[in-house]
């Protein structure tokens, strides 16, 4: 699922790629992508692209007073081609065709359809209801005290931490990153941290967010790549050495999602219970 390094670069990269170029026309293939119908998707056609920008873990292309709020969700790419897609290329669900010839395509692998864009007036963005609702930016992360206020609520961090309302940005992948970083067990309360315990955190966002936004800064050229290379120390590692301390790499399955941890520095030497093990031993 892209998070707020890989939904910034994408920004940043289209951007760059699309500001000052015209709509010709636009169309959804994927038919349930497009959720709003009023302005319809073809009143982009002859306007001009201002840019795109991340907007939490969303994308927004600007054209004029019209602005298409993508969400990826875990399997969509929004990316520009030289040349036009087939209409068989079932992985499309909204095109957006330029005069020049390219074309901005919000695609999705799999075969589920959950990525989205909604076509909006610009000035109402700021109150659409997934913009409205969203916590500040995890990167940069807001000052201290801030975030600790953000972060002072009884529930344990790894869903804490990914609640868009209460910060932006942050999904499955960065969250274990985040919290090995600050040597925080993903179990712990918010409101339970100590003052190092909290400035561990914050600056984790600072340095891991941070971080993997400068390496994609580096690596990602002009074309966005389907498969972004993060720069990830124990996520999807369970089961090899912790590039710190050398303890194995536990962790624990969810229904659609893996939490990763060092139980020598996260949690006390404690492995904690896998909930898809004990299941299944029952
Ligand atoms: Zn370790």
């Known amino acids: 699922m892209p998070e707020l390094p890989e939904v910034e670069i994408t920004a940043r990269r289209l951007s760059d790629g699309v500001a000052g170029a015209c709509v010709e026309s636009a169309l959804a ?42 969400h990826l969700m875990s399997a969509g790419r929004l990316q520009l081609f030289d040349a036009r897609a087939s209409l068989r290329d079932r992985a499309s669900r909204i095109l957006v065709r330029l005069e020049d010839g390219r074309e901005l395509r919000l695609r999705e692998f799999g075969t589920q359809q959950r990525a989205w864009a909604r076509l909006l007036r610009s000035d109402v963005v700021a109150e659409d209801e997934y913009v409205a609702t969203l916590g500040p930016d995890a990167y940069p992360p807001p000052a201290l005290d801030e975030f600790a206020k953000l972060v002072a609520q009884p529930r344990h961090l790894h869903p804490l931490l990914r609640d868009q309302r209460t910060i932006a940005g942050i999904g499955r992948s960065w969250v274990d990153e985040l919290l090995w970083t600050a040597r925080l067990s ?27 936004l400068a390496h994609y800064e580096e690596v990602v050229g002009d074309t966005i790549p389907d498969k972004m290379p993060m720069p990830l120390q124990v996520h999807r590692r369970a089961g090899e050495e912790c590039p ?31 909930r898809r093990l004990s299941r299944l031993l029952k």
Do not use: N
């Open 29 to 70: 293939p994927g038919l349930v992508a497009l959720k709003t119908f009023d302005p319809p998707l073809d009143a982009l056609a002859g306007r001009e692209l201002d840019g795109v920008r991340r907007i939490g873990k969303m994308l927004a292309v600007d054209a004029g007073e019209l602005t298409l709020l993508v």
């Open 186 to 212: 993903p179990f712990q309360k918010g409101s339970d941290l100590d003052e190092d315990e909290l400035s561990a955190l914050h600056a984790a966002c600072d340095e891991v967010l941070g971080g993997a």
């Open 244 to 274: 710190r301390c050398g303890t194995r790499i536990e962790a624990i399955h969810f229904r659609d999602y893996v939490m990763c941890y060092c139980p020598e520095e996260q949690t006390g030497g404690r492995v904690l219970k896998d």
